[in-house]
């Protein structure tokens, strides 16, 4: 068995374990990709009228959301961009597992919406895309790996892609279709060309994804680049109590502070105090669109002062090259690094990545049923 041969029983049965899981991680994606712009066309409630009056502190928000939903475990106050309702976040992990967002008016505080985020279709559509609608323990190894194998048939697929001469050269960047051309050949085409074109953007695609559900991968690649930091989020604590004599709600003070030193940002997120130990913590973006330019701050909740932290999700002047690189994953992930352009881009590919699987199991399929028929033809030539 040649070189090409053993590459291509790699290819074929890592493509037929892994390809139903890839065309539902690749379908979700395309469904997701423009998320954020449907709902803002469709959920009017995301958006307030800009008046000339003072927008109201977290404290504010705070005291109406926890009347909306008491029973909910409340997360923090987000400020949008201008013009964007301000949100109050609640959520929690099991057992009481839960996640609302209260959209409120920045003015006056009135509540505009309140939104359960698990009863959503985008929901629905992240929950196959991360775990296939099964336990998230269960799921996320599924996915995670099955997107691994992706990745070794992207680098399996250039290698029997690889014309042996110019003259197979010739088939094999083009479309070069005729009106006799049968389809099995327009599909063979489709499965090869498409995949040649987008490997390596479906490459950074894959691997960027692999970052969120294998642990062990994400650690390579980290230290690989430098990384010296935790990747595992941990806050801080907050010192043993001691009196205070602020004049204001805390998170207030923490939010002016963050507005006068981030005068031009475009979002800022204050968390409420959940425990007697926890910090405050507040982060501010001067980026649209993206998330990986976020600058997270910790506070102690009694004397304000500021705690670093070890972990990647801290300031972002502490970044080096490789914490941005992990900071960018999503982004990168979802084309946003690029902007709207970007998500069309990663739209498009997912288009490539669905059809993939299904043009290469009919690949399969039509020499399969190839190997029968001629089968057939040998044993009647030996009976006769």
């Known amino acids: 068995m040649n070189f090409k041969k053993i590459i291509g029983f790699i290819h074929l049965w890592l493509g037929l374990l892994s390809g139903f899981v890839v065309f539902v991680v690749s379908l979700t994606g395309c469904l997701y990709a423009f998320q954020q712009e449907i709902q803002d066309a469709l959920q009017d409630f995301r958006f307030s009228k800009v008046e000339n009056k003072a927008i109201l502190p977290p404290s504010a928000f705070e005291a109406v959301a926890r009347k909306t939903l008491p029973k909910a475990h409340l997360h923090a106050i ?7 309702s301000v949100e109050a976040i609640f959520f929690d992990f099991a057992p009481n597992e839960h996640y609302y967002i209260v959209y409120h008016n920045p003015y006056t505080a009135e509540v505009l919406h309140v939104q359960n985020m698990e009863e959503t279709f985008f929901h629905w559509v992240l929950d196959g895309h991360y775990y296939l609608w099964l336990p998230p323990e269960i799921g996320q190894p599924i996915t995670s790996y099955a997107t691994l194998i992706f990745v070794i048939l ?4 250039i290698v029997l892609w690889w014309p042996k001469n110019k003259a197979a050269a010739k088939q094999r960047f083009w479309f070069r279709w005729k009106d006799a051309t049968q389809w099995k050949r327009k599909n063979y085409d489709l499965h090869n060309i498409l995949g040649f074109y987008s490997s390596a953007l479906l490459l950074i695609i894959a691997v960027t994804g692999i970052f969120f559900g294998i ?17 595992l989020f941990t806050e801080p604590v907050s010192q043993k109590p001691i009196q205070t004599n602020f004049k ?11 507005k006068a030193e981030h005068p031009d940002a475009v979002s800022l997120e204050v968390h409420a105090i959940e425990s007697d130990s ?9 980026k649209d669109g993206v998330y990986w330019s976020i600058d ?7 004397t304000l002062k500021e705690i670093s932290v070890d972990h990647v999700y801290g300031r972002l002047k502490d970044a080096n090259v490789a914490d941005k690189l992990i900071r960018m994953t999503y982004d990168i992930h979802t084309g ?17 990545a669905t059809s993939l699987p299904i043009t290469g199991f ?7 049923k190839k190997k029968e028929r001629t089968a057939v033809k040998s044993a009647k030539v030996e009976v006769i």
Do not use: C, H
């Open 215 to 231: 642990q062990w991968f994400t650690y390579l690649i980290y230290n690989a680049t430098g990384g010296e930091k935790n990747l």
């Open 154 to 157: 992207l680098i399996t697929g």
């Open 336 to 352: 946003g690094i690029l902007g709207f352009a970007g998500k069309v881009l990663a739209f498009l590919l997912s288009v490539v």
């Open 278 to 286: 926890s910090t405050i913590g507040a982060n501010v973006n001067k």
């Open 78 to 84: 987000n400020y949008p961009a201008k013009g964007r």
């Open 362 to 368: 009919m690949v399969w399929w039509g020499r399969r």
């Open 296 to 302: 997270y701050r910790y506070f102690d909740q009694y």
């Open 248 to 258: 204001k709600p805390v998170t207030d003070l923490i939010w002016e502070k963050m």
